[in-house]
């Protein structure tokens, strides 16, 4: 069965701290697929990024940077230098193979609040 | 715009009275899903469809109707709803299953209160 476990339920930092979100997952597919959504708290649900699993490379976008190691199962979530605007809830997800129709399984989530 | 509209965005109702939650994409997109959102539970799929008339069960569909007639739109029907119920709901469309490596788009979502 997929699980995803965001251990981190609410994380609090001062603005220009560096901080981490964790991401652990489960499966025994080989292939699948991980994202990250953002949700501020206006409430919707924006894309952050994909990763499939064969593709360890991390990747950089701005002061956001996501490293993923299938050694450890793990799809962690780096901001660099947060904002006040970077506050939201923080979900990462897992989505198995095409044959599994029963699309995406999301962690808790991980409150983010970025203090001024 | 592409988008996911859903409405109402805003609904309080009482237990036991029917209630539709209606979800519209335009982009053409073949899978459409709905979700519920509870705290410390993530969200969760309700009913999902791969094309229109193509409906099946996610991991919590009791208590929920779903129809696919058309592409484009994917209601969710609560025909006796209850207490426990009361969450905040996401409808979402993507070209293909999450699967196949397709992000999904959501709507602005829905809360919904059953008192």
């Known amino acids: 069965a997929q699980k995803v476990t965001q251990a981190q339920t609410e994380i609090s930092v001062v603005e220009k701290e560096d901080v981490t979100l964790d991401c652990v997952y489960e499966?025994?597919?080989?292939?699948?697929?991980l994202f990250w959504y953002k949700q501020p708290p206006s409430g919707e649900l924006v894309f952050l990024i994909r990763r499939n699993s064969f593709d360890e490379q991390n990747e950089i976008s701005g002061r956001y940077s996501w490293n993923f190691q299938k050694s450890t199962s793990s799809f962690n979530f780096t901001i660099t230098a947060s904002q006040v605007v970077d506050s939201a809830v923080y979900f990462c997800a897992l989505s198995e193979s095409p044959d599994n129709h029963n699309d995406m399984r999301f962690g808790a989530g991980t409150r983010l609040t970025v203090k001024p | 715009e592409a988008q996911v509209t859903q409405n109402p965005r805003y609904l309080i109702t009482v237990t036991g009275k029917k209630l539709t939650v209606t979800c519209s994409q335009n982009m053409n997109h073949e899978y459409m899903s709905w979700y519920r959102q509870d705290p410390g539970l993530g969200l969760r799929q309700i009913y999902y469809?791969?094309?229109?008339?193509?409906?099946d069960k996610g991991d919590v569909p009791e208590g929920y109707k779903v129809s696919r007639k058309e592409k484009r739109n994917f209601p969710l029907i609560l025909e006796s709803p209850s207490p426990n119920q009361t969450s905040l709901y996401f409808c979402a469309s993507s070209l293909l299953p999450s699967g196949y490596g397709y992000e999904q788009f959501f709507g602005p979502g829905t809360r919904l209160t059953v008192l």
């Open positions: 469809s791969m094309n229109v008339e193509v409906t």
């Open positions: 499966t025994r597919d080989t292939t699948y697929y």
